[in-house]
C-alpha cells in the first residue's frame, strides 16, 4: 500500500491476522482489518482517516483472496470510487501525496 508505505498484511499465509482477514472476504473483517491498520499505524503517529471508504473497499476487492470473487476489470472500470464525481486524478494525487507525507514525517 504505497498510500502507506507499508504492506497490506506482514506475511502470506494463513497465520497472518491480516491476511486471514483478507481470506474472510466479509463485511465484518473488512472492518476489523481498517480498525487493525488504523491501530497500526497510530503507533507509528499517522492517521488514515485521510483514506476515504471507496479508496479501502476498492483496495479489499482488488485483494480479494478468492479469484472467483475478485474485482474483475470491468467491474474495476465501474466502481462507485473510481466513477464519483468528487473523484479526480489531481484530487487523488494530492490525498495521495497528503497520506504520504503523514507516513514519512
Known sequence: ???????????A???????Q????????SFDT???LMKQR?????????VISDGFKNLIFRLLC???NKRITIE??????W?????????????ELAFAYMQVIK
Open 33 to 35: 482489518y481498517w480498525l
Open 1 to 11: 500500500m504505497t498510500v502507506l508505505k507499508s504492506y497490506p498484511f506482514r506475511a
Open 41 to 49: 499505524f497510530k503507533k507509528r503517529s499517522v492517521s488514515i482517516e
Open 75 to 80: 467491474e474495476l472500470e465501474n466502481d462507485k
Open 82 to 94: 473510481l466513477n464519483s464525481p468528487d473523484f479526480s486524478k489531481s484530487k487523488t494525487r494530492k
Open 21 to 28: 482477514l483478507i481470506i474472510e472476504n466479509s463485511p465484518e
Open 13 to 19: 499465509n494463513k497465520d497472518d491476522k491480516y491476511y
Open 65 to 67: 483472496y478468492d479469484r
